[in-house]
């Protein structure tokens, strides 16, 4: 006979409820099984997952829609009455579509050109420091699992953290201006001005994200095999040509899936930007999400019909982006068979 | 030591140092700096009392000036070390300061006032960790409670998770039936409907639920993650059919063969699906700030952000409240980030 | 008791249909083995016995008792897996055990039982480990000890020696043999290893694309296959084929002319033969000797391979691939000519339809 050590022993110990639970369990489950057969147990094990999908998934993504039809300031549908397209009307009125002032819904188109800049300043800037944070890992470093770690660290941060962490170090006594002071520059409250915080909060998310691209660019740079760069170096083709020929080709699958994942979240950004600058000063950091969540519960005017006609637009956008991705997905998968 | 070094500051150009070298060490060590720098300069600054932390230029370790009682006054004085006209310097305790001048005190010999100029003077300090900054804040305001809320969603809601999420990637992987591809098309057709699509009309049935200002409502909309299926099915998928069928053949019903054998087998990649949901459950801010509206219902990340967007922001407790929300994060981080960048790196999900 | 009888057994996956009409009566404690090339359908009719594939048509019965509706853990029955299908995090004791649990036997008793098998299989050192610590053979071992504490009315076996080393299989293989007798109860073997059929089956169950082609004991396949297929299937190395036609008919014998223009005499006393009639002429290599005789095939020799017991010689016969396996050790080389004689030797004629010729 073996000897069970004491752990073992206790681990069973605070397993015996857990297994009497499942035993009791079963036994409703063995008449279930009885009455219908061995198919139809599929459908109990996926129940409790579609039963959630369905009721805060599903039927709040059709309700939206019914919701973006209706106007007034109650939650409840049947307290809220039919106004047809009059939300989507009013978020596109403008007289010119360049300029949100001109606008009626001007907050709304304030917000679509702020998360259109973010979007573009941030996922290039995000990619280019990413892919060469990951072609640098990708050389032959030790300890590479600890730099790859440093760069992954604030990707596990709560947005809120991320938020405080660097409105404190934006602030007038904080150690940006401390920084800038060493060389003679006056302190500054750079969370006041529209230009610096919308830097800033371009800045902040590539710092709270680039961690994860440059894993999964890291990995997409280590899946391409060696002898390549060998054959590469036996022809004595320069690094730059490598890096164009044979780097970013084989990479370009893996770059492609990181652009639109960044997108995707870029579009949505909310948390670590409501934290940091509140989406001040004045408009000037207001995003969609935000715009959509003022909309919809803060501000004292709240609008449920519009926020949800907006959220709708904005799950247009995201539907195709994730499309694309998934496109990207589908080619890759079938590559990869063949 | 030389060995060490040539290892670690591996070079491409061998023994001279190749502009890229130069390039990988400055990046790298610019990172190093750049990540951990201001988490760390957080959490030092979470230690100094509000005086010292509107200081500027600020000091990176905390100091507290130092106090003493003098007799003849009723409020505990300042201790300054001042220069004396002598040449001397003394350790005096400043009274009253008018213009340029400071009154000041022998803590020894209270009677007698000096007068000295207040550029002659500096503070006397100590380094001091202002525990109270965070031990205040749960006694005497809610954040114990926002703690146990947010352990209480986290907790429960990866237990859900994990059961609900394994249940539908058993069903979807070691089962043939009709509208399995169905299925599987409605949970990938969430992965595009993100929280902020579909916030206001969640909001509704979760009010008409009644889980307004209850944790539940928290909870639940967030446990049928589809990336959890997904990583799960992919698992399960690996797991022999004939394991199944051996089961089955022992008598054992469809609930054993989940529970006795293909949990226990899946539990790898349990563990990255509980690693990850611990973190996205204790990070959610957007859906707990609209649910919760209740203060003693906050999340530690709703009470953070509540009490950071006061006007009066009280930044000593704020500080040592991030670190403490910061906390269960790097330990994941510092235990199973290898675990977690592995996991990342094969599935590409996050 | 383990008798099962199979009536009109069809499956179909989709539009595929994996086996069709399928009749055999098992009758209770015989070794039976299906074989065939892979894709048959010789597993899926196990696993349509075993209860885990629904049949399409057709009706299992267990000892006069339909069990079409029976799910797989109420026929009784138990089945050795191809991959052991040993569950992994569990102890070699909890392997054994889960089955008997699941069915509520009293601890004692299912203590007794795993001792039994464990004794009887020899596996009781190495109870307490996980299947991952153990050797390949010892799986197996466990693998049938699973079935056996099980005590069913018939056992399964779907290709279980087939992840075992050459040498190790012929071991196991013959312990198979022994447990079977001990036990006595009905074996039903899947392989595609015609040899383990030969030395293992009461009865062998050749199958094809989802048909049964013959049913027999081992040597009245290799004696009087009923078809080409079989004879080809059963016998190592291949049978011979060669085109022949029908050249004269007497009582008793027909002298069929082959593609050279060499003449065979068989032995015949039928009536389905005439002259002219187009057929296969199947020989064993083993049966086929170096002679000069009168009636002896003259060959060209492609290929020797001298194995020391014996001499398989690949010759060409007019365009027309023969093997010869001859005792002993031979002086021949590739490009020699040789006389190649099949006096004597059991002729096996075949159709137009690959059917044998009755009365050949």
Known sequence: MSTTSLTDRLGSLLMAPVHLLMRIIDIPLRAVQKATGIGGMAAVFLAPNMLIFGIFVLLPLVINFVYSMTGGTAFFLSERNFVGAEQYQRLFTCTNYLDPMSCQEDAFWTAVGNTFWFVVLQVTLMIGVSLITALILNRDLAARSFWRAVFFFPVLLSPVVVGLIWKWILQRQGLLNFGLYQFGIEPYTWLTDRNWTFIATIGVSIWAHMGLYTLILLAGLQAIPKDLYEAAEMDGTKPARVFRRITLPLLAPNLLVVVVLALIKAVQIFDEVYVLTGGGPGTSTLYLTQYIYETGFASALRNPGLAAAASILMGLVLVVLTLIQLGIGQRGEKKGKR | ?350 | MGEITLTKIKKSFGAVDVLKDIDLDIKDGEFIVFVGPSGCGKSTLLRTIAGLEKVTGGEIEIDGKRVNEVSAADRGLAMVFQSYALYPHMSVRQNLAFGLENSNMPKAEVADRILEAARMLEIEAYLERRPGQLSGGQRQRVAIGRAIVRRPTAFLLDEPLSNLDAELRVSTRAELAALHARLGSTMIYVTHDQVEAMTLAHRIVVMRAGKIEQVGTPLDLYNTPANRFVAGFIGAPHMNFLAGEVAELETGTATLATAGGHRLLVPFSGHSLSVGDKLTIGIRPQHITLANDPGSLKVKVRLVEALGSETVIHADLNGEKLLAVVPGQKLISPGDEAHLSVAGAPLHLFDRNGLRVKGS
Request: charged letters at 15%.
């Open chain 2, 1 to 350: 030591m030389g060995v060490a070094s040539r290892f670690i500051l591996r070079r491409r150009g061998g023994k001279s140092w190749h502009w890229t070298d130069v390039v990988t060490w400055v990046w790298l060590l610019g990172g190093l700096i750049i990540m951990f720098g201001p988490a760390v300069w957080l959490a030092f600054s979470s230690f100094k009392t509000p005086a010292a932390l509107a200081e500027f230029p600020p000091s990176i370790l905390p100091y507290v000036t130092s106090q003493a009682t003098v007799q003849g006054y009723d409020k505990p004085l300042q201790l300054f070390e001042a220069k004396m006209p002598d040449g001397s310097t003394k350790v005096l305790a400043e009274v009253r300061r008018i213009g340029l001048v400071a009154q000041m005190v022998d803590p020894k010999a209270p009677g007698e006032i000096v007068r000295v100029n207040i550029g002659d003077r500096t503070p006397v300090r100590s380094v001091s960790f202002a525990t109270e900054n965070y031990t205040t804040p749960f006694t005497q305001f809610d954040f114990l409670r926002y703690l146990w809320n947010s352990v209480f969603v986290t907790v429960t809601a990866t237990l859900i998770t994990l059961i609900v999420n394994s249940m539908a990637a058993f069903a979807l992987s070691k089962y043939e039936f009709r509208g399995r591809s169905l299925a599987m098309l409605i949970i990938l057709a969430t992965l595009m409907v993100p929280l902020s699509v579909i916030m206001v009309p969640l909001y509704s049935i979760i009010s008409s639920l009644g889980l307004f200002n209850n944790l539940w409502g928290v909870i639940l909309p967030t446990v049928a993650t589809p990336t959890g299926v997904f990583i799960l099915r992919q698992y399960m998928l690996t797991i022999p059919d004939e394991l199944i069928d051996a089961a089955r053949m022992d008598k054992a019903s469809e609930w054993q063969i989940y529970w006795r054998i293909v949990l226990p087998l899946t539990a790898p990649a349990l563990a990255v699906l509980a690693i990850f949901s611990v973190v996205w459950r204790w990070n959610d801010f957007l859906w707990p700030l609209i649910v919760l509206s209740r203060r003693e219902l906050y999340t530690l990340q709703v009470g953070l952000s509540i009490y950071s967007g006061e006007l009066n922001v009280q930044w000593h407790f704020i500080l040592a409240m991030t670190v403490v929300t910061m906390i269960p994060v790097v330990l994941v981080f510092i235990f199973l980030q290898r675990f977690i960048t592995t996991g990342i790196a094969g599935t590409g999900l996050k």
